[in-house]
């Protein structure tokens, strides 16, 4: 179902691509260990158990199936969507422990307000469009703005979205932007 994410990283950057021991595929070097997007590797149904038991809430079902493909990933400097976080960083080199996946419970605390609605579930971010990213009880994906917290955007369901990140990341190779993080 989400196969094609890979797929189409690949087909983008073709051999500029490198797997770590962690089995982390980096995309697009950018140079000094920058990598221009990353997928982590799929993670089990006991692990994805483990985090719904640690963020004391259930999964969004198209989320889990989403977590069977990639724990987590970051796309083009566009967007950072969270997994299940380390357990441990012993034995794992700086550039392994740099790509490892972003915590939902780190996010989710990084973003739920007093106001956001319990039926809301963060998964994701972006420094670059500053919002974040929640899907509701109707499993569509929402847009938040991290200021003012109104939805910027709906999106149908996860692929759709991903698909539109997709778009939006290759334009942006294809004109050669790049954003840079001090």
């Known amino acids: 179902m989400f196969e094609f994410l890979s797929r189409e990283l690949s087909e983008l950057y073709g051999k500029d691509k490198k797997k770590l021991r962690t089995q982390t595929v980096l995309y697009g070097h950018l140079g000094e260990g920058r990598w ?10 006991v692990d994805i158990n483990m985090v719904e038991e640690d963020l004391k809430q259930e999964i969004p ?8 493909f990639y724990n987590g990933c970051y796309l083009f400097d566009l967007l950072r969507v969270a997994g299940k976080g380390a357990d441990t960083y012993k034995g794992l080199s700086i550039e392994e422990q740099v790509h490892l996946a972003f ?13 956001t ?10 420094i670059v469009k500053n919002s974040y990213y929640v899907i509701d009880t109707d499993e569509k994906i929402l847009e938040i703005d991290f200021k003012t917290k109104k939805i910027i ?4 369901d996860l692929k ?11 334009e942006n190779l294809a004109k050669g932007i790049f954003y840079e993080f001090e």
């Open 103 to 115: 915590d939902l419970k780190t996010m989710d605390n990084l973003y739920r307000r007093k106001r």
């Open 36 to 45: 221009h997007t990353h997928l982590q590797p799929p993670l089990s149904f």
């Open 153 to 156: 955007k709906s999106h149908e």
């Open 61 to 68: 079902a198209e989320y889990k199936k989403f977590l069977t």
């Open 160 to 170: 759709i979205f991903f698909y539109e990140i997709l778009f939006e990341g290759k």
């Open 117 to 126: 609605p319990k039926n809301h579930f963060i998964f994701a971010d972006s």
